[in-house]
């Protein structure tokens, strides 16, 4: 790890440990202001901007390191730094020498935040079902007209990248163009925050654009090239949160084993009991295997070798392990993994939004299974893992998958061939990372894969797995559930300012 990566690290922890109160965080719904001046200060938000602007500079290893240790600190924190740097990412990679020249500086040091606003009411996981529109409406200028909800950081920010569809004359059918748009663009409002079960202490928000003018030099990279543009944030993010999920396991699994070791239970030790080590060896396994993967997706970056199958892996793992290891905490916790004090219920309600976000698991599934089903895809992805002997079992899942009707579903095989790669770029990655550092946890990782694999077929050939492939009697089930079709009409608190102290009644 290089010295600047290692301060950092190292004052990210005595920061947690003696600045931040996430108690109060989470209660009063706010990350507070000297957390995020700090972190502008340090250069947080700055990891990957050029160090002429004031930014860090990091390589792709030397972030994930970095925003390791934040998820490892706080999830809400480490969310917040990577909604940021979805707005920052765009200008870096594709901005025009005016708009880095304006607007790096100051997104370095935290002096102003920004967001990424790709989500709109009916479309989030199916990002080509977005309806915003921006319009050519005279020579450099065009008109953009969307409306967006989920924006993290919406409120916070001061400039915002947004992603729309082109309309009027395009050369390439269904594009998108991206724009960024400052606080206090006629037209730009920002609207009602979207409160959330995790993520207390961060925002997200709708944003609503009603004909905002939006001149030539705003346009983000070139017009028609805005899907490339969310291509590319969604790439580094997937992996971001990968490590940051990678963080947070480390963080559980740590409280986890200090409390198995010290508690006694009616077999003697909890750690000694073995449902206890079945659980933290498979604790141990998952994390070793998100490590290997994020690390070395790092190295394929540093060669400029982008596989989106593997940052897709990488976010469904990560975050799906996640889920695993902190739901196994809070329980070998019992009633300590539930208290506030103890800080494993945050990490627990934060952690779900992972799996939602930046793609939910089950699109990503659907995506990866979908371009691995092209023997040119899978040629590709193992030739790079240098792992082409592991594409024996896609083909062994393939035949699984035509010997039975669930092969004729091209949604189940779509998720089921997706489901298959996450466990071979695993085991690939493993491989390669007990090659350049002997990893001690090797063979218990390998032998963990091995398993799922192993029940991920045997799964597939149970006659019985059919029945869940019926079709839902929905009629069925809102009627024998009627009785607990609970709504909710009871008035909401009142906020708005009395009228008879408005300018205009
Ligand atoms: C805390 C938080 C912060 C966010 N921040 C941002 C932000 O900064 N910018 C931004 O643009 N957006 C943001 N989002 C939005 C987020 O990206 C979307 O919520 C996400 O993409 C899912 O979209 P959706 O909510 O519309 O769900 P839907 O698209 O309605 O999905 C519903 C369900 O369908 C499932 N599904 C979808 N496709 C398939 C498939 N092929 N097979 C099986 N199941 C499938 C999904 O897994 C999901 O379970 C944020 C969301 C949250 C919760």
Avoid at 81 to 102: A, C, K, T, W
Avoid at 205 to 210: A, E, G, S, Y
Avoid at 353 to 362: N, Q, T, Y
Wanted: proline share 2%; with cysteine.
């Amino acid at each position: 790890m290089s010295e600047n990566v290692e301060r950092i690290t190292s004052w990210l922890k005595t920061f947690a440990q003696t600045r931040v109160n996430f108690r109060l965080q989470n209660d009063r719904r706010c990350i507070q202001p000297h957390v995020i001046l700090e972190l502008g200060r340090q250069g947080i938000f700055a990891i990957q901007i050029e160090k002429q602007y004031g930014g860090l500079g990091l390589s792709h290893y030397e972030s994930c390191k970095v925003i390791e240790q934040l998820g490892g600190i706080d999830l809400t924190i480490a969310s917040m730094v990577g909604q940021n740097n979805m707005g920052i990412r765009p200008i870096v990679n594709f901005g025009s020498q005016q708009l880095r020249d304006e607007f790096l500086p100051v997104l370095a040091t935290g002096q102003m935040l920004t967001s990424f606003a790709m989500t709109e009411p009916q479309a989030g996981s199916h990002i080509q079902g977005i309806t915003s529109t921006i319009k050519k409406t005279a020579e450099n200028k065009y008109l953009l007209n969307a409306q967006k909800m989920w924006i993290g950081m919406g409120s916070w920010c001061g400039v915002t990248c947004v992603i729309a569809k082109h309309s009027g004359e395009q050369q390439i059918p269904n594009s998108m163009t991206a724009c960024i748009v400052r606080n206090g663009t006629p037209g730009f409002s920002v609207g009602e925050e979207q409160l959330s079960i995790g993520m207390r202490g961060s925002v997200q928000n709708h944003m609503l654009f009603r004909d905002v003018v939006v001149p030539d030099s705003d346009i983000v990279g070139k017009v028609e090239e805005g899907y490339i543009i969310a291509n590319d944030i969604m790439q580094f993010t997937r992996l971001g949160v990968a490590a940051m999920s990678l963080g947070a396991m480390k963080r559980c699994l740590v409280y986890t084993i200090r409390y198995a070791s010290r508690r006694k239970i009616n077999t003697g030790l909890l750690i000694d009991n073995t449902a206890t080590k079945m659980k933290i060896n498979a604790c141990r396994a998952k994390i070793s295997a998100v490590e290997s993967l994020v690390y070395t997706t790092c190295e394929l970056l540093q060669q400029s070798i982008i596989i989106p199958e593997i940052h897709m892996v990488a976010k469904i793992t990560g975050t799906e392990f996640l889920g695993d290891v902190v739901d196994d905490a809070l329980q070998l916790l019992g009633g300590r993994g539930y208290s506030e004090n103890n800080l494993l219920a945050y990490f627990f309600v934060d952690a779900r939004a992972l799996r939602i976000f930046e793609g939910p698991s089950e699109t990503l599934l659907y995506y990866c299974g979908q371009l691995m089903k092209l023997r040119s895809r899978r040629t590709k992805v193992f030739a790079h893992l240098k792992a082409t002997d592991l594409k024996s079992y896609l083909e062994e899942l393939d035949s699984v998958l035509q010997s039975s009707s669930l092969g004729s579903d091209e949604n189940f095989a779509c998720s089921a061939r997706g489901k298959m790669t996450c466990w071979l770029v695993l085991l690939a990655t493993l491989r390669l990372s007990n090659i350049t550092r002997v990893l001690p946890e090797y063979s218990l990782t390998e032998a963990w894969i091995l398993n799922r694999i192993e029940t991920q077929m045997q799964q597939l050939r149970l006659e019985a797995y059919n029945n869940l492939l019926r079709e839902v009697d929905t009629q069925e089930i809102l009627n024998s559930f009627a009785n607990v079709d609970i709504e909710q009409v009871i008035p909401d608190e009142e906020c708005d300012m009395d009228r008879l102290l408005r300018r205009k009644i």
